[in-house]
């Protein structure tokens, strides 16, 4: 079993370092339908798994000079202080109703798919945006729907802890079209690492890390990851906006189905 545990986080590691989506995504419902782990625990300890994951992918895609640091710092500047907040009230509060849960799921998958259609169409936005410069959103303007963007996510994944990387590329996908897909993955990648990491700290507050299975599937997970980044930028643009495309259609199915 702690084989197939190192795989499985090669794997997500793989797929995360070269799209920055499909950790919380993948690994939740890998640990709990494949290996009866407590929904809980599989929550604490995929935070916690991402977060470091995500934090090696960072160092790698910095030396590739594929993420844009003024966006980590936008994005942060909302997300960040968003989770704090969102978790002191769930701790007031309790935790989220059923219903109003299942309506952010619901919302996610949309705007993932959204995100799929953008990546499709690509070129036509492009051309569509060099034709009309002033519907594009530029300087501070920008900035503001950065930092307001990151809080939304602060919400949204503190609240359902899914989806930081699948809404994190959408909002880099349709704020910042002339990324590259390799930009978007390093982009989405580092700034995740900090919100991530204030999720787990809360779980590992409440006990709901499981060590041992969080040190197996970063075995797999370090190098995994390290590979998927390195190989963002080398292989064809089209093929990485593919498998971004894909990747993000079987999120969305994950989280309506």
């Known amino acids: 079993m702690s084989m197939t545990y190192v795989i499985a986080g090669f794997a997500v590691g793989l797929l995360v370092g070269m799209t920055g989506v499909g950790g919380g995504s993948?690994?939740?419902?890998?640990?709990?339908?494949l290996f009866g782990v407590s929904p809980s625990v599989a929550v604490g300890t995929d935070l916690a798994f991402a977060s470091i994951t995500k934090g090696v992918g960072t160092i790698t895609h910095r030396f590739n000079r594929t993420v844009q640091w003024p966006i980590v710092r936008h994005l942060c500047l909302g997300a960040l202080p968003a989770a704090l907040l969102?978790?002191?009230?769930?701790?007031?509060?309790?935790?989220?109703?059923?219903?109003?849960?299942?309506?952010?799921?619901?919302?996610?998958?949309?705007?993932?798919?959204l995100?799929?259609?953008?990546l499709l169409f690509r070129a036509r936005m492009l051309r569509w945006i060099n034709a009309h410069p002033g519907r594009q959103l530029q300087g501070r303007k920008l900035a503001a729907a950065t930092i307001i963007s990151g809080a939304v996510l602060g919400v949204l994944v503190t609240v359902?802890?899914?989806?930081?990387?699948?809404?994190g590329a959408t909002l880099l996908v349709m704020l910042y079209p002339r990324l590259t897909s390799a930009e978007v993955a390093g982009t989405d990648i580092a700034y995740a690492v900090p919100l991530t990491a204030i999720a787990a700290l809360g779980h590992w507050w409440l006990g709901s890390i499981n060590w041992m299975l969080l040190a197996t599937l970063l075995i797999g997970s370090v190098p995994g990851i390290t590979l998927g980044a390195m190989m963002a930028r080398k292989v064809p643009e089209r093929f990485l906006r593919a498998l971004l495309a894909m990747t993000l259609t079987g999120v969305a199915a994950k989280l309506v189905l």
């Open 86 to 113: 969102t978790t002191l009230a769930l701790s007031q509060f309790g935790t989220v109703n059923p219903q109003v849960g299942q309506v952010i799921r619901y919302s996610i998958a949309v705007s993932v798919m």
């Open 160 to 167: 359902s802890s899914i989806g930081a990387g699948a809404i």
């Open 115 to 118: 995100t799929v259609v953008a």
């Open 26 to 33: 993948l690994m939740t419902p890998l640990l709990t339908l």
